[in-house]
């Protein structure tokens, strides 16, 4: 059994997006974790296939070349909340995906729509395979990979709870620096042209700035529970 859950509920399809360092990922898996769903991290989809693009050296600035090869990396997603797996041609990329060459360059690739048709069929494909439901987290879930979830949230907070965050994470990394890399990567993800970041309009926002994790993983627990309860 998926998740050690029972499978009494109906599956549930639940969307949160926000920009970076807002508190997406972690969560996500928290509340699929307590739900007994699947989780997807559709970040790490993109950042699998630029880092199979860097690996086999493709000019990443033509999206010409990178639109040609958009097809070719087979990228497998591993949807357990506890354990989350990636894989790229079988190769686990897991670490490699989160390095600062991947980080800078993500932006890049994933404005380009044919890698975008390419990794939102995977999303798809994987959300509708989900017996129990799933939670799906990125920049265009709510608008438009899963435009009919039974939940959307869109997750924000200031880009310095953010960056204090990500510090954190990085040990002894600058805190100007790490707000700056940012800022400025949320604008290219809510200013490209196709399917760009941005707030569904039936999204429900939450402000995470002043909020502990566990605070804000309750309060999604809490919507996701009246919308089961509500269908
Ligand atoms: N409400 C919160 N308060 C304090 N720290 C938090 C909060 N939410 C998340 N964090 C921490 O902030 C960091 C970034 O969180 P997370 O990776 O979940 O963000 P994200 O939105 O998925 O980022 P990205 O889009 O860049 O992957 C993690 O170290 C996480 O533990
Ligand atoms: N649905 C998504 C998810 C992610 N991206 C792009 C834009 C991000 O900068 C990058 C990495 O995401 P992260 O791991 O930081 O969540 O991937 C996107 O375009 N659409």
Redesign the pocket.
Known sequence: MENGAAPTAKPVIVAI?GP??TG??STSKAVAAQLGLSYL???????AI?WWMVHNGIDLADPTAVAAVAGKPEIVSGTDPSAPTITVDGVDVAAP?RTQEV?SR??AV??VPEV?TR?TEL?RSLAAGAERGIVV?????GTT?LPDADLKVFLTASPEARAARRSGELKGADLHATREALVK??A??SS?KT???AKADDAVEVDTTELTLAQVIECVVTLVEEKRAAK
């Open positions: 997006d970076s360092g997406k990922s991290d559709t970040g790490a989809q993109y950042r630029t995906i980080t993500v932006s994933s404005a975008r990794i999303q987290e990125g920049r265009d879930i990979v990567r949320d290219a993800d490209r399917s760009p970041l």
